[in-house]
């Protein structure tokens, strides 16, 4: 599984850092989203990651 | 088929328990979950009271967050509804406007940025807890703790002199009655945007190391910052003061969910995110219009109709959140919308979280015999506010 993160649809509400802050980041210039780890471990935590992002930034694909 | 209602409902309703948003929202979840409900000033717009529906419009760029079109709802009578002197905050912007204005502030309100945040704020608890320690019993926990932390660390943060706070706190609580006469409303409003405008002018000269400073070098544009100023000192803390408050009560009338935070800290960011939750205080921020047909749930909402989303009987979708009316510190549910949902979600979510995680883990910790001095059932509540909270808390120990 590997994260896709679209920085033009990202509001930078920071929801992705506080559920797992070793695979997303936030820019400190306009807080959007920064993926650490493309293919996470914890695919539990990156699903909850997918489902609180406010604005659907953030899919999961297989590859 | 979904039922769709005629606009038997008049909102606001009055909770008749505390903890409980009321039961005839409840009724239009169960019964028909998009319906047709009346506001004060007789419009008539769409209420959602499904999760999933309320998610789907506030992600939906077909619905507006202007407040000026005068077919967004507001719980407000006509004479209450004024143009603004000012420009429309965040909170009121569209694409294509919105993304970039929000995105020229987001940075200041990053994970990491607020964690920064942590030392200072837990400096602010400490000395406001000294103080009650040090104080009458009983105390009012609103005056003596709730209001004061936020209202100083939003402050801080944007470099808004915190000797003010009589000012702007009194004038911000008439802005979110509902009952204040029109006059009273508009002059408050005034008020507080030629306070701050004051203030940004000071900074031209006067630079400090804060937000409002960052944003003026930033920006050219006056109008703009002063109504960022005016939304992020506002919304920075009474909706945080009011969920303290609540979340104190709450604590205290349901034993075991505080000890269970007792026992073990690192419980407390679950059992705040379920105070959220539980609460959802803001709960008519979720409202939008639609600025073209959209069918939302098997209903088509028209061009121009106004949308009320339910936040607080969304956060209770038993389709969503097991026992839903059950307080649950550990649930751990994060995908609830107390902040909202979509482009618009709270800007300062996450310095809330950690305000609200410090003010509990620090009261229960130095004040352990901390009591209520009155029942829930004997408490005064924003009933008449748009953001739900208690008017005082007298606490002892």
Redo the contacts between chains.
Sequence with gaps: MRIVADKDVC?????C???D?DVF????????VIVLVEKPLDVEKAR?AV??C???ALSLVED | MPTVTTAATELPITRSCPYAPPAEHRKLREEAPISKVTLPSGAEVWALTRHEDVRAV??DPRFSSDRANPNFPLLLLNGQRRALRFRPSLISMDPPEH?PA???V??E?????MAALRPRIQEIVDQHIDAILAGPRPADLVQALSLPVPSLVICELLGVPYADHDFFQTRSAKLLNRTTPADERIAAVDELRDYLDALITRKETEPGDDLLTRQLEKTGDREELVSLAFLLLIAGHETTANMISLGTMTLLEHPEALAAIREDRSRTPKAVEELLRYFTIAEFATSRVATEDVEIGGVLIRKGEGVIGLGNTANRDPDVFANPDDLDVERGA??HIA?????????G??LA?MELEIVFNTLFERIPGLRLEKPSGELSFKDDANVYGLYELPVTW
Excluded: I, W, Y
């Design positions: 509001v930078g509400a920071g929801q850092v506080m559920t802050p980041d936030q820019s400190e210039d306009d807080g959007t909850e489902n609180v406010p604005s659907q | 506030l992600n993304g929000r995105r020229a987001v940075g309100f990053t994970v990491k940025r994060r995908h902040f909202g949902f979509g482009p618009h979600q709270c800007l979510q996450n979280r």
